[in-house]
């Protein structure tokens, strides 16, 4: 080979063995702006408990993740994510989004109670539990007003949503106006859905509400929401197990999820949700929760009124 030939050889080659270092040495490419990788690339499960079915659902199908059912204080898994109240979750937490309490009527008797009530608050509830839809101005086939309640001792939201009707001294016998009770709020909303004669009206969180919102539409028609004045709010979190779980757990509160709140049933922890699901409404005044020193008698109350 001549001289010429030979060094055109050499430079060509020098020129592909500098592009292949170039390629193995260079830094991965910066995601763009608005890009969430741990997020969209994350080997995470989502678990949740029943309350909190549509946001796993949502979430696990917007992001591509797995998700599963939770038991509130159930061992939380590797690479997983437990998303609830954060007063049923360890102090670890973090929290990243707030849940009211509220009141779920079906949508073709609640005009009826508003107009009886004038304001369709636990007051309400407690007054007129028992009384005859034809007497409240509704159809004799209604039969009387029922509602439906969780066991307080099962988790935080619980026990605010009894606490708001124990506030009002039921009567004794009340347990005859309460047909339909659960273990949860969100199996409590589940069961009005699926059994939609057994209760007309259900205190509960908002979340438990949303979860539900769409079946009710799907099979037994609307549910009307109505939040007491003033409203016991209640913070959401998530904990993760793993690397790729808690880089999760951050993102939970990064802009991206936080627009995604509204849609989710959830309301962020500070200012108003975007896309606020249909038929949720303005809540009341925020208000303190139930205290440590409530809590035995509440449940005591429950076991005498309700449980027993």
């Known amino acids: 080979m001549s001289g010429w030939r030979a060094g055109l050889v050499a430079l060509a080659l020098g020129g592909v063995i500098l592009a292949i270092g170039w390629v193995i040495g260079r830094d991965a490419p910066t995601p763009g702006p608005g890009t969430s990788v741990p997020v969209a690339e994350a080997d995470v499960t989502l678990a949740c408990t029943q309350t909190f079915s549509l946001v796993c659902g949502e979430l696990a199908s917007r992001f591509g993740l797995a998700s599963t059912s939770y038991t509130l204080g159930s061992e939380i898994a590797s690479d997983t994510v437990v998303i609830g109240f954060a007063g049923d979750l360890p102090a670890e937490a973090i929290s990243f989004a707030r849940s009211p309490i509220a009141i ?88 009005l859905v699926l059994f939609s004669s057994r209760a007309d009206a259900v205190v509960s969180s908002e979340v438990a509400i949303a979860a539900q919102l769409a079946n009710a539409r799907a099979r037994a028609g609307r549910l009307e929401v109505y939040y007491p004045e003033p409203t016991p709010y209640l913070p959401v979190a998530a904990l993760g197990e793993g690397r790729a779980a808690n880089s999760f757990v951050e993102s939970l509160s990064g802009p991206e999820i936080q627009a995604l709140l509204g849609s989710l049933g959830l309301r962020p922890l500070t200012g108003e949700p975007i896309d606020l699901l249909e038929d949720l409404g303005e809540p009341g005044t925020e208000t303190a929760g139930a205290s440590q020193a409530e809590r035995p008698a509440l449940v005591a109350s429950w076991d005498t009124l309700i449980g027993a």
């Open 104 to 191: 779920a009527i079906w949508a073709e008797k609640a005009p009826r109670l508003q107009q009886a009530c004038g304001l369709v608050d636990p007051a309400c509830l407690v007054g007129e539990a028992g009384t005859s839809w034809e007497e409240l101005g509704g159809s004799p086939d209604w039969g009387t007003l029922r509602l439906g309640l969780a066991d307080p001792e099962t988790g935080i939201a619980d026990l605010e949503a009894w606490k708001l009707i124990a506030d009002q001294q039921p009567p004794p016998g009340f347990r005859q106006f309460v047909p339909l009770t659960s273990q949860d709020g969100g199996s409590l909303l589940r069961d």
